[in-house]
C-alpha cells in the first residue's frame, strides 16, 4: 500500500507540470460565470487524464455539483455514497471510476494517504481551502468553486493542494469582478473621524440639536450613540449622552403624555441603546421600555371595524407608521431575551415585496409595495436575528445583490441613480451578517470614498455637507457590526439550573460574554435536529443516524442540564440498542464483541453511561468496562494486523481523543489499574511543548482539540507526573489563543476547538480566567438567532452547524468529560423507537444538522478543529490512522460492514 501511495504521489508530481485544464464536454462551463452557479474541477492526473471541469446553474450541494455537472461516483460499503470513494467522467477513459478495484477496493474507508481530498473556494477568493464539509453538506452558492485531487494530505489540510487555481477553473482574474458583480474598489471607513465629526455636532456634549432649532433631535441623539458605542466602545461622551436621553425618556418616548400610547419607535430606539450600553430596558428614565412594546401591539386593523389609534394592522406596534419603528421593536425584545409576539414578525414578513425587498412604509396587505434598499437590509438583519424566515431573508439576499451598483453603492429610493449613504450602510450591514462578504466590501468602499474631509458623511454621492443621519449608520458598517450585535458591555453568562434544593447543578462559567445556553438547547433539541433520540448528519436519505454525535448531544444536554428529558431520550435509545431508519443499533459503531472492537468508541458510550448515573457494565447490553480492558494492547502489532499502535495503546483507536475517553471511562468506572497501561501511553505522547498530536502513532503534529481531551483525562488520572503534564497543556492551550478569543482548528478559527478549550483551561480557572472570558466571548459571537453555532469565524457558510452547536453548548460550561455528571432523577422512560422501513425526515436545505461525518465517528465536538477529512465529513485522523492499521490484503477480506476505526471522539 506504501509503493502504491509514492507511486501516485509521483504520477502526481509529474502530472502537475503540464498541468492544464479541459472543460467538461456534456456541460463544461455550461453558462456558469463567477457570480451564477458553481464551478467544479476534478484531477484525474494521477490516473493519466487532464482536469476536469464542469458546472451546475442551480447550485445546491457539492456532491449534487459533482453528478450535476456530468461526474460519475462510489462510495464504500461501509460508509455509503457520501464517501466519495472513486470518480469518473465520461470523456475521460469512457468514464471508468479512479481508482479502479484493483487500486483500491472501496469496502472500507480509504487512508488518508490515498484518497478523494476535496478544497473549496468562495466567490473571489484566489486560494484553496481544505473543505470542513463533506461534500453532501456544503451548502453552495452562486459563484463557488470545488476541487477533487487524488493523492494524501495532512490533517490541517496543508499538502495536497490542487495545482491549478480556483481562478485557473473560472478561467479569469480573480482581482477583477465576475459578470454581475460590484467593482468597487476596497476602502475603510475612518471610523474614529466620523465619531469625532459626531461628537463635534453634540450640543454640552450630550444632545443633538438641528441646525436652526432649539429644540433637541432624540432620534438623531441616539443614532449618534450608536455610532460612538460602535466606533469607541464605552466612554465617558457615550455615557453622558445615555444619561441624557435616561433622563428625557418621557419627552422622547412618550410625545403626548405618558398616558397615551407611546412611540413604539422611540422606545425601541432607548430599549435598543440600554441593551447596547448593559442598562436595563426595564428601568430606563424610570420607564418599562419592553412593557411598553409588549402592551401595546395591534390585535387587529380598521378592517375589523375596531378603530383602534395607531393601528395600520394586527400585529402593529401602536404609532409606529413606518417600518423601521416595526423592525427595531422586534430586535430590541429579541436582544432583551423577550419572544416578540409572533404577530408583531409576521407583520414584517407582509412588507416584503414580489422582488424580495421590503417597503418602507407600515401598508396594510394588497397595498402597493414600493422597494426601499435601507429598509430591506434592516429588516433582512431583524428576521435573521429571530430565526424562523429563512426564505424571506434569501429573498432579501437576492433582491440586494440586484439592487447593488456596479460601484457598490445602493440607490435610496425605486428609480434612483444616485448612490445613498444610508441605503448603503443599511445593506452592507445585512450583507455582512448574511456572509456575502464581496458585496459587504463594495459597499463599504464605496461608504469609504464618500467621507467627508471633516470625517462626517453627506446624504448621497457627491455631498459636500455632511449630515448626523448619514453618518451614524455608515459607521455601524464601517465597523462591521449593526445593531443586532452592537454591544459595549459584555452580558453576564447563562445562570446554571439549580436541583430543587435550589443549588446550582452545573457550575457557573467564569466571568465573561458566554452563549445563550438556553437557546443553544432549544436548537439542539428541536424536532428537525434531534428525532426519536437520535441525531443525523449524513444528509443522504440513507437514515443512517450518526451515533458519536448522537453522545455529542447528550453530552452537551448533559453539561447544560436544561432538557433532561431529552437527555433520557438520547441514552435510553442508546442504552435500548434502539435502531435508526437503516436498522442500525450502537453496535454497530462500536463494534463490541468482535474482532474489530474500536475501543474509542467503546469509552465514549461509556462515559455517557457514567455521566448520566447508568452503570458501564450494563449499557447497551455489553459490559462496556470489560470491553476496554481486553481493548488494551500488550504490544504493537505486525504485519498484516495494524490493530494495535503500541503497548498501552487500545485496540483500532487511531488518535488522541479515542485513547483519552477511553481511558476517562476505564477511571471512572473505577477501573483505574486496566488504565496505567493507556495512560502511560498517554503522558509518553505528549511532546516537549506540552502539546498532544491528533493521531496515533503521533505525526508529530500539534493540535488543540486533543491537547484539551488529553489533559482532561490526565486530570481525572491524577499523580504528580499527570499534574505536571497537564500544567503543561494547559499554558500550550492559553499560547495557541488567538486575538478574538478563539482558537485555531482543521476549519480555521474554530467553534470546536475554542469550546474544547474551555473545557481544557477550566481545568485551572482561577489561572486562565482572562482566556476563557475571551474564549466564550467568541463562541457567543458566533452563535446565531436560531441558538446554533457556525462551524469557525469568517466562514462564508453561516447557517447553524449541528456538531460544532453540540461542542459549543457543552463546552461553554467548561466541564470536563472526566468529571461531566447529570441526574435523570424525575425523568420518565423514554420508548425505544422502532426501525423504519425508510429514513427518518432528514433535515432541510433551510434547517441544516451540520457537517456529515456520515459513519457516526465524531467525537465530543468533532467538526472544525478536529481534522474532519472534508472529502466526506469523515474524521482526517481516522482515515490516516485506517493507513496504519490496515493493509490492501486486510481490505480485500474483510468484507463484513464494521465501524470505522477512528471512532474515539472523532480523532
Not at 682 to 699: D, F, M, Y
Request: with cysteine.
Amino acid at each position: 500500500m506504501a509503493a502504491l501511495a509514492a507511486a501516485l504521489c509521483i504520477l502526481l508530481a509529474a502530472c502537475m507540470t503540464f498541468l492544464t485544464i479541459t472543460p467538461a464536454t456534456a456541460d463544461g462551463t455550461g453558462g456558469c460565470t463567477a457570480t451564477k452557479g458553481a464551478l467544479v474541477a476534478v484531477d484525474f492526473g494521477p490516473f493519466g487524464g487532464p482536469v476536469e471541469e464542469g458546472c451546475d446553474l442551480t447550485p445546491t450541494t457539492g456532491y449534487d455539483l459533482l453528478h450535476d455537472a456530468g461526474f460519475s461516483t462510489a462510495g464504500t460499503q461501509h460508509d455509503g455514497p457520501a464517501f466519495i470513494c472513486r470518480i469518473g467522467y465520461g470523456s475521460f477513459d469512457s468514464g471508468t471510476q479512479y481508482p479502479t478495484s484493483d487500486k483500491e477496493s472501496c469496502v472500507l474507508t480509504p487512508p488518508a494517504t490515498a484518497y478523494w481530498s476535496y478544497w473549496i473556494a468562495s466567490p473571489g477568493q484566489s486560494d484553496w481551502t481544505y473543505s470542513p464539509y463533506g461534500a453532501m453538506d456544503r451548502k453552495l452558492k452562486d459563484g463557488d468553486v470545488d476541487a477533487w485531487v487524488y493523492g494524501g494530505t495532512d490533517v490541517q489540510g496543508s499538502t495536497g493542494k490542487p495545482a491549478f487555481t480556483p481562478d485557473d477553473v473560472r478561467g479569469g482574474d480573480p482581482s477583477g469582478p465576475g459578470p454581475g458583480e460590484p467593482t468597487g474598489a476596497p476602502g475603510k471607513v475612518d471610523t474614529k473621524a466620523a465619531a469625532t465629526w459626531l461628537t463635534g455636532q453634540l450640543t454640552d456634549g450630550e444632545r443633538i440639536v438641528d441646525d436652526g432649532a432649539t429644540t433637541p433631535d432624540y432620534s438623531l441623539t441616539a443614532d449618534t450613540a450608536f455610532a460612538l458605542a460602535a466606533a469607541n466602545g464605552k466612554s465617558a461622551t457615550l455615557d453622558k449622552v445615555t444619561d441624557y436621553l435616561a433622563a428625557h425618556t418621557a419627552d422622547f418616548a412618550y410625545p403626548n403624555g405618558t398616558d397615551q400610547a407611546p412611540d413604539a419607535t422611540a422606545v425601541a430606539r432607548l430599549a435598543l441603546l440600554a441593551e447596547t450600553t448593559g442598562r436595563d430596558p426595564r428601568a430606563f428614565g424610570g420607564h418599562d421600555l419592553l412593557a411598553a412594546l409588549t402592551g401595546n401591539v395591534c390585535a387587529a386593523g380598521p378592517e375589523s371595524g375596531e378603530a383602534t389609534p395607531g393601528c395600520t394592522a394586527k400585529g402593529d406596534f401602536r404609532a409606529s407608521s413606518y417600518a423601521e419603528g416595526q423592525a427595531l421593536a422586534v430586535l430590541a425584545l429579541l436582544r432583551a431575551g423577550v419572544t416578540p409576539p409572533a404577530a408583531t414578525v409576521d407583520r414584517l414578513t407582509q412588507l416584503q415585496c414580489k422582488d424580495g425587498s421590503f417597503t418602507s412604509i407600515l401598508i396594510r396587505p394588497g397595498e402597493y409595495c414600493d422597494p426601499d434598499p435601507a429598509t430591506t437590509g434592516l429588516i433582512a438583519l431583524v428576521l435573521h436575528r429571530a430565526g424562523g424566515h429563512e426564505d424571506a431573508v434569501t429573498a432579501a439576499r437576492t433582491y440586494l445583490g440586484g439592487a447593488q451598483r456596479a460601484d457598490g453603492a445602493f440607490p435610496g429610493y425605486t428609480g434612483s441613480t444616485t448612490g445613498s449613504v444610508n441605503a448603503t450602510a443599511y445593506a452592507a450591514q445585512a450583507l455582512a451578517a448574511l456572509g456575502d462578504t464581496t458585496r459587504t466590501a463594495a459597499a463599504v468602499g464605496w461608504l469609504s470614498r464618500q467621507q467627508l474631509d471633516g470625517g462626517g458623511f453627506g446624504f448621497e454621492e457627491g455631498a459636500t455637507d455632511p449630515a448626523v443621519y448619514a453618518t451614524s449608520p455608515a459607521v455601524l458598517a464601517g465597523t462591521g457590526t449593526s445593531l443586532v450585535t452592537l454591544t459595549t458591555k459584555a452580558t453576564e453568562p447563562t445562570s446554571p439550573p439549580t436541583s430543587p434544593s435550589g443549588t446550582p447543578t452545573t457550575p457557573a462559567p467564569a466571568p465573561g460574554a458566554g452563549p445563550d445556553l438556553k437557546k443553544g438547547v432549544a436548537y439542539l433539541t428541536k424536532a428537525a435536529n434531534l428525532k426519536q433520540g437520535q441525531y443525523y448528519g449524513d444528509g443522504t436519505g440513507s437514515g443512517r443516524a450518526d451515533f458519536g454525535l448522537t453522545i455529542d448531544g447528550a453530552y452537551a444536554l448533559a453539561a447544560t442540564g436544561l432538557d433532561n428529558a431529552k437527555l433520557r431520550g438520547i441514552v435510553d435509545f442508546l442504552d435500548h440498542r434502539g435502531k435508526d431508519g437503516a436498522g442500525r443499533t450502537v453496535d454497530d459503531w462500536t463494534n463490541v464483541g468482535t474482532s474489530y472492537a474500536a475501543a474509542g468508541s467503546i469509552g465514549k458510550t461509556a462515559l455517557l453511561a457514567e455521566a448520566v448515573g447508568r452503570d458501564p457494565r450494563h449499557f447497551t447490553g455489553h459490559d462496556l468496562i470489560a470491553a476496554l480492558d481486553q481493548a488494551v494492547c500488550a504490544k504493537a502489532s505486525t504485519g498484516a494486523d495494524r490493530s494495535c499502535a503500541a503497548a498501552g495503546a487500545y485496540t483500532y483507536a487511531p488518535s488522541v481523543f479515542a485513547q483519552s475517553l477511553a481511558v476517562m471511562a476505564q477511571l471512572r468506572a473505577g477501573d483505574s489499574t486496566s488504565a496505567q497501561r493507556p495512560i502511560a501511553y498517554l503522558e509518553s505522547l505528549q511532546e516537549s511543548s506540552g502539546a498532544w498530536p491528533s493521531l496515533i502513532p503521533s505525526t508529530k503534529d500539534s493540535d488543540v482539540d486533543s491537547t484539551a481531551i488529553a489533559a482532561m483525562a490526565l486530570d481525572l488520572a491524577g499523580g504528580a507526573k499527570a499534574d505536571k503534564a497537564v500544567d503543561k497543556a494547559l499554558s500550550w492551550l492559553a499560547s495557541r489563543q488567538l486575538a478574538d478569543g478563539g482558537f485555531p482548528g482543521t476549519a480555521g478559527d474554530s467553534v470546536n476547538s475554542a469550546a474544547l478549550a474551555v473545557q481544557g483551561l477550566s481545568l485551572d480557572a482561577p489561572k486562565y480566567a482572562k482566556q476563557l472570558a475571551k474564549a466564550r466571548k467568541f463562541l457567543a459571537s458566533q452563535q446565531n438567532g436560531d441558538g446554533g453555532f457556525v462551524v469557525a469565524k469568517g466562514s462564508d457558510d453561516r447557517r447553524s452547524d449541528l456538531r460544532a452547536s453540540t461542542q459549543a453548548v457543552g463546552g461553554a460550561t467548561g466541564i470536563s468529560f472526566g468529571t461531566l455528571k447529570r441526574s435523570l432523577t424525575g425523568t420518565s422512560p423514554q420508548p425505544t423507537p422502532s426501525p423504519s422501513g425508510s429514513a427518518p425526515d432528514i433535515v432541510t436545505t433551510g434547517d441544516t444538522a451540520g457537517t456529515g461525518d456520515t459513519a457516526g465517528t465524531g467525537g465530543a465536538g468533532a467538526s472544525g478543529g478536529g481534522g474532519i477529512l472534508a472529502a466526506t465529513g469523515v474524521q482526517a485522523g481516522a482515515l490516516a490512522a485506517i493507513a496504519l492499521l490496515l493493509t490492501l490484503a486486510g481490505w480485500r477480506t474483510v468484507v463484513v460492514a464494521r465501524r470505522r476505526t477512528g471512532t474515539g471522539g472523532g480523532r
